[in-house]
T-cell receptor, first 112, second 115 residues
Framework: EADIYQTPRYLVIGTGKKITLECSQT?????MYWYQQDPGMELHLIHY???????EKGDLSSESTVSRIRTEHFPLTLESARPSHTSQYLC???????????FGPGTRLLVL | AQSVTQLDSHVSVSEGTPVLLRCNYS??????LFWYVQHPNKGLQLLLK??????LVKGINGFEAEFKKSETSFHLTKPSAHMSDAAEYFC?????????????FGKGTKLSVIP
């Protein structure tokens, strides 16, 4: 059983608000990832990190930002939420880059 | 470059009958391949993985997949479907040794199981 947690699980907010989606893992994995998934669609990588103080943008352009100050914590921030940000956000981690990634339960975000 | 094609967007089977979910991949390097399952309103769960060991890979819940390099395929099978297998399934490729550290996901196959 993978130990990776995301909070909140569900979030409804108004346009223009700043939000932070939390992701934590207790497996000591160096590598962590954020994906965006619209209903019925595939996952798109938006951010990843190979270790503390390392962050990179993924394949899908995103207005969000991330930070990696501690190994176990990889929060994602939207400075000003818009309805186009409505989606599901999935966090994952892995021990090695080519190995399987373990996913959290996801955060479903609705921006009104 | 790498890519994944899941050949069926939706598969429907009767309970107790075999399941076949098809996946083809392309990769310039020796790939690692994975199957994930996603139940409604849940995160993704790893079913099984192939990382250059045995070509027939056994996973959880009775699923298995066979890596066929000549056909560039990694189809997922299960001898007998159960109602709890109804979910979305994603085939995923990672190019080992390519300097590419990201997973590429297929578009998913929705499995329906008819009682």
């Amino acid at each position: 059983e993978a130990d990776i947690y995301q909070t909140p699980r569900y979030l409804v907010i108004g346009t223009g608000k700043k939000i932070t989606l939390e992701c934590s893992q207790t497996m000591g994995h160096d590598k962590m990832y954020w994906y965006q998934q619209d209903p019925g669609m595939e996952l798109h990588l938006i951010h990843y990190s190979y270790g503390v103080n390392s962050t990179e943008k993924g394949d899908l352009s995103s207005e969000s930002t991330v930070s990696r100050i501690r190994t176990e914590h990889f929060p994602l921030t939207l400075e000003s939420a818009r309805p186009s940000h409505t989606s599901q956000y999935l966090c994952a981690s892995s021990d090695r880059a080519i190995e399987a990634q373990y996913f959290g339960p996801g955060t479903r975000l609705l921006v009104l | 470059a790498q890519s994944v094609t899941q050949l069926d967007s939706h598969v429907s089977v009767s309970e107790g009958t075999p399941v076949l979910l098809r996946c083809n991949y392309s990769s310039s390097y020796s790939p690692s391949l994975f199957w994930y399952v996603q139940h409604p309103n849940k995160g993704l769960q790893l079913l099984l993985k192939y990382t250059s060991a045995a070509t027939l890979v056994k996973g959880i819940n009775g699923f298995e997949a066979e890596f066929k390099k000549s056909e560039t395929s990694f189809h997922l099978t299960k001898p007998s479907a159960h109602m709890s297998d109804a979910a979305e399934y994603f085939c995923v490729v990672s190019a080992a040794g390519a300097g590419s550290y990201q997973l590429t996901f297929g578009k998913g196959t929705k499995l329906s199981v008819i009682p």
